[in-house]
């Protein structure tokens, strides 16, 4: 039986339950106690739902902030190959953006990091 039915259920049958506590004598009287009773039981009812509630909440939160994180590495760069290196040092030799002077001494540091 889902929750809300057996709420449902324990407020429609708390009047009946009642009925027999509050009517001794066969006149209603003020003050016999129903009314303390009905809220015990309603009070009980409610705050089990609560109750429930906030376990389901608190499991949640709980599952949501234990599961691991993994981090993503960072992506390394890629390394040229000396072959590349060399041939992008003699792409900018041929466009004159370096001068020749430079280019033979990028070119040593090059062939001297091997």
Known sequence: MKSTTKFLFALAIAPLALAGTTNYGG????????????????????????????????????????????????????????EQRLDSLDDLAKRGVITEDEYKARRQAILDSL
Do not use: E, N, W
Request: no cysteine.
């Open 27 to 82: 006149t209603a009287r003020a003050g016999g106690g129903g009314a303390f009773i009905g809220g015990m039981i309603a009070g009980h009812v409610v705050g089990g739902f609560v109750r429930r509630d906030r376990a389901r909440t608190d499991a949640a939160v709980h599952q949501a902030y234990s599961q691991p994180t993994y981090a993503q590495p960072a992506a390394q760069p890629a390394q040229k190959t000396v």
